[in-house]
């Protein structure tokens, strides 16, 4: 287990400068030149050279790619050509307010994702089973920033039980746990948690009602095992990859929920990342790809290592 | 004393999209410690039986009528805490596929050590004795430490024997093996074979050992039915069915085994195929494939004439023979 943890970890080098090269060249190969955004109309070529040599932006891609790398690992993203403020600072606080919107509808999608898959497995055939399955086919289908502006329409806008947009009440300066916070997360969590229930669900029935009609489950009923021990066999079977696909998702709702964000106009990374595009922000938009993107890596390496610790058949190979 | 096993005209039916006669009016009975073998083709319901006798088969799709009785205990009459009770306990099971048959994320030392547990309500570190002590008849070496393997990691005759060894953990009186060697390399069967032939008489228990293969049955069983389309058509001693088959279809089988034939020479397979059982027979479900069918055998249901002391064949041939005589 410990040399498999090792051997994992390490592989996660490779895949980050991987990632750090992509995030690099994405960004500088998109057309445009993001001096255009700052700069006065009528500024002069030697002005505008000026600025660029001040960005590092006349020197070759390589360099560049180094200088940025170099800056990296002193936790320095740039400065926001924008607003002018360092860029990590920018992402970590837009980062943070994505965070908890992606954990609020994490703890509304997994466990109901979760429920209803397994019930839906389970009872396979059933009425049960083919509500559970509309539900979740409803739920990936449905287009979710349209979700959100119904929910916004409905309880915001006639019935005005809940704020429509922002995340929190006017003149809040960052997120405090009290009411006056919680309602402005109520509705774009659960419009977040629409699509992640059906994926789980849908993925969580199949996995199910396969395990149950597999061998071993006979073989325990003829060992004399109760319909609940049997039941504690197969959830430990389809746990693992109940997880990954968790683990997937919970990816997807960090980087995922640009159209909610501003949909709710929700000041997280989503909504920055909209941002650094239409003002061609390059070393904002470098910088919060960047970290959505490690996020993502890291999502994957926690999933896989705790697959390992719950499924014994991963370790051997 | 009570017969370890007897089913009486026992009928069992798949309803679902089409209809299947799985099993077909059949009787058989099973003393004490016997090793008998259930010979036929796929499709003639041998697991079906096994199934049925463990009441494995999924309720809602399964109509089952006839009389089982395991230790004059009728089995269908049980029902929770009971039918678990009996399950694995009167009687426990041998699967084909060890590797699917046992559960891949649980240790092997855990799955014994758990059925333990149900019948026997021990604590958890008798139950883990008795799983050792398993591990040790079914002659696993280190046992110990393959009590912490998880099923992958064995070899597959290394898992018939995990697998044995849970069936004969809480000591039944009668163990089914459902084709346990099928899945395994030649030399890896004969051990399994000869295995089970030695606990079966360290235990005393009775075995029903389903197989498709004659070599298999010859090597291990006392006793031999051979099953068609959902019936006994033969029954008898091993030496007897083996010896002086009157069933045409045994007689098949047996011409049509490797035994005694010259290289080059072609072997006597049984032509055509079995039926498809989508209705109940009411005729001689072989007389399709049959040398000797006569007219009345596509008409009736042939008789079952004993012809000796346990010893039986479903055949108006052999109700010819009897009456010559």
């Given at each position: 287990m410990f040399a498999y943890v090792i051997r994992r970890l390490l592989l996660v080098l490779p895949?980050?400068?991987?990632?750090?090269?992509?995030?690099?060249?994405?960004?500088?190969?998109?057309?445009?030149?993001?001096?255009?955004?700052?700069?006065?109309?009528?500024?002069?070529?030697?002005?505008?050279?000026?600025?660029?040599?001040?960005?590092?932006?006349?020197?070759?891609?390589?360099?560049?790619?180094?200088?940025?790398?170099?800056?990296?690992?002193?936790?320095?993203?740039?400065?926001?050509?924008?607003?002018?403020?360092?860029?990590?600072?920018?992402?970590?606080?837009?980062?943070?307010?994505?965070?908890?919107?992606?954990?609020?509808?994490?703890?509304?999608?997994?466990?109901?994702?979760?429920?209803?898959?397994?019930?839906?497995?389970?009872?396979?055939?059933?009425?049960?089973?083919?509500?559970?399955?509309?539900?979740?086919?409803?739920?990936?289908?449905?287009?979710?920033?349209?979700?959100?502006?119904?929910?916004?329409?409905?309880?915001?806008?006639?019935?005005?039980?809940?704020?429509?947009?922002?995340?929190?009440?006017?003149?809040?300066?960052?997120?405090?746990?009290?009411?006056?916070?919680?309602?402005?997360?109520?509705?774009?969590?659960?419009?977040?948690?629409?699509?992640?229930?059906?994926?789980?669900?849908?993925?969580?029935?199949?996995?199910?009602?396969?395990?149950?009609?597999?061998?071993?489950?006979?073989?325990?009923?003829?060992?004399?095992?109760?319909?609940?021990?049997?039941?504690?066999?197969?959830?430990?079977?389809?746990?693992?990859?109940?997880?990954?696909?968790?683990?997937?998702?919970?990816?997807?709702?960090?980087?995922?929920?640009?159209?909610?964000?501003?949909?709710?106009?929700?000041?997280?990374?989503?909504?920055?990342?909209?941002?650094?595009?239409?003002?061609?922000?390059?070393?904002?938009?470098?910088?919060?790809?960047?970290?959505?993107?490690?996020f993502f890596v890291t999502a994957n390496l926690v999933v896989d290592i705790l697959q390992a610790a719950i499924d014994p058949r991963i370790k051997r190979s | 004393m009570t017969a370890l096993l007897e089913f009486d005209r026992l009928n069992v039916t798949f309803k679902g999209e089409r209809t299947v006669y799985a099993i077909n009016d059949l009787s058989l009975k099973l003393e004490q410690g016997e090793m008998l073998v259930l010979l036929g083709e796929s499709g003639s319901g041998k697991s079906v039986t096994l199934k049925t006798l463990l009441r494995l088969l999924p309720p809602a799709r399964t109509q089952i009528s006839g009389g089982i009785k395991v230790n004059g205990t009728d089995i269908m009459t049980l029902s929770g805490r009971s039918l678990q009770d009996y399950r694995g306990g009167d009687v426990s099971m041998v699967f084909q596929e060890p590797a699917l048959a046992l559960d891949p994320v649980y240790r092997i030392g855990d799955q014994i050590s758990e059925a333990v547990r149900r019948k026997k309500r021990v604590s958890r570190e008798e139950a883990r004795n008795v799983a050792l002590d398993m591990l040790r008849r079914v002659r696993i070496p280190s046992p110990e430490r393959r009590m912490m393997n998880f099923p992958h990691e064995l070899s597959g005759g290394m898992r018939q024997r995990v697998m044995i060894a849970l069936a004969l953990a809480c000591r039944p009186r009668l163990l089914l093996a459902d084709e346990p060697t099928t899945a395994l390399d030649a030399t890896v069967q004969i051990q399994i074979l000869l295995l089970l032939r030695e606990l079966q008489k360290e235990f005393g228990m009775g075995v029903i050992f389903v197989t498709h293969d004659?070599?298999?049955?010859?090597?291990?069983?006392?006793?031999?039915?051979?099953?068609?389309?959902?019936?006994?058509?033969?029954?008898?001693?091993?030496?007897?069915?083996?010896?002086?088959?009157?069933?045409?279809?045994?007689?098949?089988?047996?011409?049509?085994?490797?035994?005694?034939?010259?290289?080059?020479?072609?072997?006597?397979?049984?032509?055509?195929?079995?039926?498809?059982?989508e209705e109940k027979p009411k005729a001689c479900s072989f007389a399709p494939r049959c040398p000797n069918a006569m007219p009345e055998c596509r008409d009736k249901l042939p008789p079952v004439i004993e012809i000796g002391a346990r010893r039986r064949v479903a055949c108006f041939l052999a109700q010819q023979a009897v009456a010559a005589e």
């Amino acid at each position: 287990m410990f040399a498999y943890v090792i051997r994992r970890l390490l592989l996660v080098l490779p895949v980050a400068f991987g990632v750090s090269i992509i995030c690099f060249l994405l960004v500088h190969i998109a057309p445009g030149d993001p001096l255009t955004a700052i700069m006065a109309v009528d500024a002069t070529a030697e002005e505008q050279a000026a600025m660029r040599a001040a960005y590092g932006l006349d020197r070759p891609l390589p360099v560049q790619f180094l200088f940025w790398l170099g800056n990296l690992f002193q936790g320095d993203l740039g400065n926001s050509i924008a607003t002018g403020r360092p860029v990590a600072g920018e992402v970590w606080r837009a980062v943070q307010n994505s965070l908890l919107l992606a954990v609020t509808a994490s703890l509304i999608a997994f466990p109901i994702g979760l429920l209803l898959g397994f019930l839906a497995g389970y009872f396979r055939d059933s009425w049960l089973d083919k509500l559970v399955t509309s539900i979740a086919i409803a739920g990936v289908s449905v287009p979710n920033y349209w979700l959100g502006m119904v929910l916004v329409i409905i309880f915001a806008v006639k019935l005005a039980w809940l704020p429509a947009m922002g995340a929190g009440p006017a003149g809040s300066d960052g997120w405090t746990f009290d009411w006056l916070h919680i309602r402005h997360l109520i509705l774009p969590a659960i419009t977040l948690a629409v699509v992640p229930i059906g994926i789980v669900a849908r993925t969580v029935r199949a996995l199910v009602g396969d395990i149950f009609h597999m061998d071993f489950v006979m073989a325990l009923y003829a060992k004399g095992m109760s319909n609940f021990d049997v039941l504690i066999h197969v959830i430990r079977n389809a746990a693992a990859t109940a997880l990954s696909v968790i683990g997937l998702q919970m990816g997807a709702l960090l980087g995922g929920s640009i159209l909610i964000e501003t949909v709710f106009n929700w000041p997280g990374s989503g909504m920055l990342l909209s941002n650094a595009i239409f003002q061609r922000d390059l070393p904002l938009l470098q910088g919060t790809i960047l970290v959505l993107a490690m996020f993502f890596v890291t999502a994957n390496l926690v999933v896989d290592i705790l697959q390992a610790a719950i499924d014994p058949r991963i370790k051997r190979s | 004393m009570t017969a370890l096993l007897e089913f009486d005209r026992l009928n069992v039916t798949f309803k679902g999209e089409r209809t299947v006669y799985a099993i077909n009016d059949l009787s058989l009975k099973l003393e004490q410690g016997e090793m008998l073998v259930l010979l036929g083709e796929s499709g003639s319901g041998k697991s079906v039986t096994l199934k049925t006798l463990l009441r494995l088969l999924p309720p809602a799709r399964t109509q089952i009528s006839g009389g089982i009785k395991v230790n004059g205990t009728d089995i269908m009459t049980l029902s929770g805490r009971s039918l678990q009770d009996y399950r694995g306990g009167d009687v426990s099971m041998v699967f084909q596929e060890p590797a699917l048959a046992l559960d891949p994320v649980y240790r092997i030392g855990d799955q014994i050590s758990e059925a333990v547990r149900r019948k026997k309500r021990v604590s958890r570190e008798e139950a883990r004795n008795v799983a050792l002590d398993m591990l040790r008849r079914v002659r696993i070496p280190s046992p110990e430490r393959r009590m912490m393997n998880f099923p992958h990691e064995l070899s597959g005759g290394m898992r018939q024997r995990v697998m044995i060894a849970l069936a004969l953990a809480c000591r039944p009186r009668l163990l089914l093996a459902d084709e346990p060697t099928t899945a395994l390399d030649a030399t890896v069967q004969i051990q399994i074979l000869l295995l089970l032939r030695e606990l079966q008489k360290e235990f005393g228990m009775g075995v029903i050992f389903v197989t498709h293969d004659i070599g298999v049955a010859v090597e291990i069983s006392d006793r031999i039915a051979v099953m068609y389309a959902g019936q006994i058509i033969e029954e008898g001693s091993t030496h007897e069915v083996i010896n002086d088959a009157h069933h045409p279809y045994t007689r098949g089988l047996l011409a049509a085994n490797l035994h005694d034939v010259e290289r080059g020479e072609r072997l006597e397979a049984i032509p055509g195929v079995p039926p498809s059982l989508e209705e109940k027979p009411k005729a001689c479900s072989f007389a399709p494939r049959c040398p000797n069918a006569m007219p009345e055998c596509r008409d009736k249901l042939p008789p079952v004439i004993e012809i000796g002391a346990r010893r039986r064949v479903a055949c108006f041939l052999a109700q010819q023979a009897v009456a010559a005589e």
